[in-house]
């Protein structure tokens, strides 16, 4: 699994022969202006939840490819109204694509959609594929259902966390959330792409999980991790 950062919460992800682009907020984002969205190659859009700083250019991307957008059921329904094809789940639920096992769980956050209209309860993600599996939690607080995701999921392999505060959780937070998943490979994302959500000391940062045993990696936009 080829994993690639493209700023703020937005991923790319290779699997299964597939290519997957998680929460494309791109153009909007001073720190990502190297990228150019048109030259975007993916076969799925995963939505976390309705944010605009998560789905940007999630319409854009969906029609540059004919791309089948995944998310919960509001937010695919309203994609759909635009003519975007789609996959709707919701909490708790997996599904079988042909990259591999996709599961929405839970996160504690808000969401809307940009134009007003209800987004659902926002989520994450876990997908297992090549044998590997990723959570992608979403903007989400620390909660406990985190400790269901072993339980349910199995070993995660590497998991990505919102670790700028403010919005989501913050550092401490995230290396808590890191214990109840029992995962030691950590991501970390919405970070530093606006005011509030700056991590001031990554260092201090990579030292507390390194602390605990965990290796956490804040990555600069185009890093690659590959699991
Ligand atoms: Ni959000
Ligand atoms: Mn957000």
Redesign the pocket.
Same mark, same amino acid.
């Given at each position: 699994m080829r994993i690639e950062f493209l700023g703020h919460?937005c991923f790319k992800v290779e699997t299964g022969g597939k290519k997957l682009i998680v929460d494309p907020f791109i153009s909007p984002n001073k720190l990502a202006a190297e990228i150019d969205v048109d030259s975007i190659e993916v076969d799925y859009i995963l939505l976390t939840h309705g +944010?605009e700083?998560?789905v940007a250019d999630a319409e854009k991307i969906a029609k540059n490819n004919n791309a089948t957008l995944i998310s919960n059921f509001e937010i695919v329904s309203w994609y759909k109204n635009k003519g975007i094809e789609g996959h709707e789940m919701n909490h708790g639920g997996n599904w079988s694509f042909d990259f591999g096992d996709l599961k929405y769980v839970n996160a504690v956050h808000s969401s809307v959609l940009p134009d007003g209209t209800y987004g659902g309860n926002p989520g994450g993600f876990v997908l297992k594929s090549e044998g590997k599996t990723l959570y992608i939690a979403g903007?989400t607080a620390l909660h406990m259902d985190m400790k269901l995701l072993p339980v349910n999921s199995g070993k995660i392999d590497l998991a990505i966390l919102p670790m700028g505060d403010n919005?989501?959780m913050g550092v401490n937070d995230a290396l808590i959330a890191a214990d109840f998943i029992e995962c030691d490979e950590i991501v970390a994302c +919405?970070f530093d792409t606006f005011g509030y959500i700056v991590i001031e000391d990554k260092d201090a940062a990579v030292k507390k999980f390194k602390a605990k045993g965990k290796n956490l990696t804040i990555p600069a936009v185009g890093q690659e991790i590959n699991i």
């Open positions: 919460s +944010h700083d998560h903007d919005f989501t +919405h």
